[in-house]
Nanobody, 124 residues
Framework: QVQLIESGGGLVQAGGSLRLSCAAS????????MGWFRQAPGKEREFVAA????????YYADAVKGRFTISRERAKNTMHLQMNSLIPEDTAVYYC?????????????????WGQGTQVTVSS
């Protein structure tokens, strides 16, 4: 089994930056693509960004394109999400997710493993 643990969330003013990290432990050899999703109060969980198994391809939701950057350090079994130019609408719990088989990068149902989430709050 693979465990995912997020870190790096917090409170930041609009225009600021945060860097989220996701550390994978356990049978990490079974992990394919990884991604970030977020869920704001009263809203459904939504796709933010994803990266393929070898880190060659990345995908972003339109709302974060140009502001967020996803990266992966396979040797350290770690994934990051650099978030710049944050706006209040980015406020949400951010979840790290991993696939154990190939699947569509932006679909929640493609992901088999989830972290516990980390809160990101952007004040105006």
């Amino acid at each position: 089994q693979v465990q995912l643990i997020e870190s790096g969330g917090g409170l930041v003013q609009a225009g600021g930056s945060l860097r989220l990290s996701c550390a994978a432990s356990g049978h990490t050899f079974s992990v394919y693509g990884m991604g970030w999703f977020r869920q704001a109060p009263g809203k459904e969980r939504e796709f933010v960004a994803a990266i393929t198994a070898l880190g060659i391809s990345t995908y972003y939701a339109d709302a974060v394109k140009g502001r967020f950057t996803i990266s992966r350090e396979r040797a350290k079994n770690t994934m990051h999400l650099q978030m710049n130019s944050l706006i209040p609408e980015d406020t949400a719990v951010y979840y790290c997710a991993a696939q154990v088989k190939s699947g569509a990068a932006s679909l929640i149902q493609s992901y088999d493993l989830w972290g516990q989430g980390t809160q990101v709050t952007v004040s105006s």
